[in-house]
């Protein structure tokens, strides 16, 4: 059952019914931080929450790839249910701070039995590094290991910050983003009300 704080974020977010689409003024496009020349050599997200309605969603996404430890997995394996991809990299910061809050979620989902699989997507680092940083921080849901950008390709231009956290729903259609840094309310209220769908 998801805690009165999290409906309450929920809500919140519904009333922000913005379509997922790219914004020439958006001041975390990659032309506009490279016109700051702030040099950070990645572009950072504000955290920014985007919701699709059912009727709006594009084409169910579809990725494969090979986990941290060596196995072979496609998002075929999690069909049926809400799918949570998080792009990340253990060299940004922001990254790093959400893991804990990736991880809290996601026991939450595992202890409740919720149809729901979350799955990392590591960019720019070693299979070696980015395990030391999952294990370091407690994580226990699986992440895909560097592939060079191929799975990013299969994420319909979704991805334009590092973090990002997708929340697909049971047809693996794109139903909310956050660019940027999540949170564990928030990430709960955007899986809760996907959950609620009517597949």
Same mark, same amino acid.
């Given at each position: 059952?998801?805690? +009165? ?6 809500? @919140? =977010? ?5 379509? @997922? ?46 986990? /941290? ?13 809400? /799918? ?14 959400? @893991? ?33 940083? /999952? ?17 990013? =390709? ?13 929340? =697909?729903?049971? +047809? ?17 209220? =955007? ?9």
């Amino acid at each position: 059952m998801i805690s +009165r704080r999290a409906a309450m974020a929920a809500a @919140l =977010l519904a009333a922000l019914p913005v379509a @997922l689409a790219g914004c020439s003024s958006d001041p975390n496009s990659i032309s506009a931080q490279a016109n700051r020349g702030d040099d950070k050599n990645y572009v950072s997200g504000d955290g920014t929450v985007t919701t699709v309605a059912p009727g709006d969603r594009g084409k169910p996404v579809s990725f494969s790839g090979t986990l /941290l430890d060596g196995q072979k997995w496609s998002s075929s394996q999690a069909d049926g249910k809400v /799918l949570v991809v998080n792009v990340w990299g253990a060299w940004c910061a922001p990254c790093q701070k959400e @893991l804990p809050e990736l991880q809290k979620v996601w026991a939450g989902w595992q202890k409740a039995g919720d149809p729901v699989q979350m799955i990392g997507i590591n960019q720019r680092d070693s299979v070696t590094n980015a395990q030391a940083t /999952l294990t370091s921080k407690g994580v226990t849901y699986p992440s895909l290991a560097d592939d060079g950008g191929a799975a990013l =390709l299969s994420l319909q231009d979704a991805v334009t910050a590092y973090p990002t956290t997708l929340v =697909l729903d049971t +047809r693996h259609r794109i139903a909310a983003r956050v660019n940027g840094a999540t949170t564990y309310l928030t990430l709960t209220g =955007l899986v809760s009300d996907v959950l609620k769908e009517k597949s």
